[in-house]
């Protein structure tokens, strides 16, 4: 995700952080820079100037904050405008209480509404709502369907009256069964074209007007670079948008809808589609997406994604694996199943600060068809050398490579990769010990301090 961006930016930033000083020409530099990553992004020129504006107008006429030196406090105005460029705060769906809502999704043909809508349906069932799916797009083929298959595996109903009904009528009756049994968010799929047309927007309209939704919401297909800026003008002139839903942006490797969409129709980016599975669904964080666009990971995204997958207790005891130096190959099977769950090693790597565009990240990511090979390969070892990988040979990879179906190369990269992984942990938990032994002695000193003051207290309060 936003891998063109990421490494332009890392770039930017090494320049300024090497300078010896960030003056007014550095400044101007570092401006031409991100204007030129803003536009090989795809990020709209209005947009794009606006934005370098802003960072010159700040960097060139701000005081250096405490403890920041001249690059950083650069760094920090590009985040901070960045992130306001996005939106600010997160945004929620002003979906009131014990009140039915209407959502309408709109948007073209193959911008992933109908999945989208499955996706949202699911989300706001988690938040305690109770949602119904309509399906009023008429005209694609096999859309009713679609929409029943993602709506029963997320298990929330779908009401459909075929394609012979006029799209209006079918919302009004939806909106009855919803009211009959007490589903309090009624989520709407409307028709899309391959393209913005006539027929198509006057369609949606007239839906719109008759069955007066809580929120408008467009889909954009993220990967369609400049076009997502046409889209969401269009859409948002014709309708009057309340906010927007991006879709794969895990395949946006430029970056340039997210910023271009929330510029041009000021209105929120609520929801950001990450992956295929009906899982792959985020709140959209203005500063947690400024932070991965720029190259900074996204650690709190990595967090609840880890919370949602794995198991205190197995965290713990991994932990203490990896404290010890015994993490073995069983552990990194069942660490690669819970990668399965959070979306892919990729995607988790991605949200770690200068991992976007690494080396080391291309070589750790896995598809999931390459984890099901790993399962298969780590399966057909025994319980020693799955204890200790050292023992596995020659003729050792050749059986597991028979036994799984595989080839010695696979063999050969899964361990590979299982020992970049040993020592990607070994340096996180010595980082960590390390930092923990700096706190410890700010706190032994700290402590000194503290008992010097209360011994000098002893004579104002007898008995101390």
Known sequence: MFENLQSRFAAIFGKLRSGKRVDERAVKEAVREVRLAFLEADVNYQATREFCRQIEEKALGVQVLAGLNPAQQV??????????????????????????????????????????????????????????????????????????????????????????????????????????????????????????????????????????????????????????????????????LDGTILTKLDGDTRGGAAISVRYVTRKPIYFAGTGEKLSDFEFFYPDRMASRILGMGDVLTLIEKAQQAVDQDEALALQKKILENTFTLDDFLSQIRNVRKMGGLGSLMSLLPGMGSSNMMEELDMEEEDMKHVEAIVLSMTPSERTDHRLINGSRKRRIARGSGTSMQDVNRLLKQFVQMQQMMRAVASQGMAAGAKAAKKKLKMSKKIMKKMQGMRGMFPGF
Do not use: C
């Open 75 to 240: 760094i920090k105005i590009v985040y901070d405008t960045m992130v306001e460029m996005l939106g600010g705060e997160k945004q929620k769906l002003a979906l009131m209480p014990g009140q039915q809502e209407r959502i309408m999704l709109v948007g073209l043909q193959g911008s992933g509404k109908t999945t989208t809508a499955a996706k949202l349906a699911a989300r706001l069932r988690q938040d305690g709502r109770k949602p119904i799916l309509i399906a009023g797009d008429i005209h694609r083929p096999a859309a009713i369907k679609q929409l029943e298959v993602v709506g029963r595996q997320v298990g929330v109903p779908v009401f459909s009256m075929g394609t012979d009904v006029d799209p209006a009528t079918i919302a009004k009756e939806g909106t009855k069964k919803a009211k009959a049994d007490d589903l309090d968010t009624i989520i709407l799929d409307t028709a899309g074209r391959l393209h913005i047309d006539e027929q198509m927007m006057a369609e949606v309209k007239r839906v719109r007007e008759s069955w007066h939704p809580t929120l408008t919401l467009l889909v954009v297909d993220a990967m369609v670079g400049q076009d997502a800026v046409n889209q969401a003008r269009h859409f948002h002139e014709n309708l009057d």
